[in-house]
């Protein structure tokens, strides 16, 4: 697989398993709104630059979105994108600890 078709793959990848459109992900972003139907339709390419902001968008780094071992389908994904929905301060003290305490009981 080319350099180009992983990064589309991995694109539509977060695209598809989010609670946002393509076109609303463009408008997030400032891109023309028909930007990543040309990226699926192979009729436009996704820069570093555009690359990074999508990154930076869905809480990810460009490590975790390179890694073929990193998931972007699973619980764990719905969970990180849910959590971006929530204000940092209600993160930290309620859900950090909810899910800390959880987690020690099911060991």
Do not use: W
Request: aromatic share 12%.
């Amino acid at each position: 697989m080319t350099n180009d078709n992983f990064i589309r793959k991995r694109l539509f990848e977060l695209i598809d398993n989010s609670n946002i459109s393509a076109t609303k992900l463009s408008e997030e972003l400032h891109l023309n709104k028909g930007y990543f139907a040309d990226v699926r339709r192979e009729k436009q390419s996704v820069p570093y630059d555009i690359l990074s902001r999508v990154c930076d968008f869905y809480k990810i780094t460009l490590s975790d979105f390179f890694d073929p071992d990193y998931s972007l389908k699973d619980t764990y994904r719905e969970v990180n994108l849910l959590c971006q929905q929530i204000p940092e301060d209600q993160l930290k003290n309620i859900i950090i600890p909810i899910l800390k305490q959880f987690a020690e009981k099911i060991r």
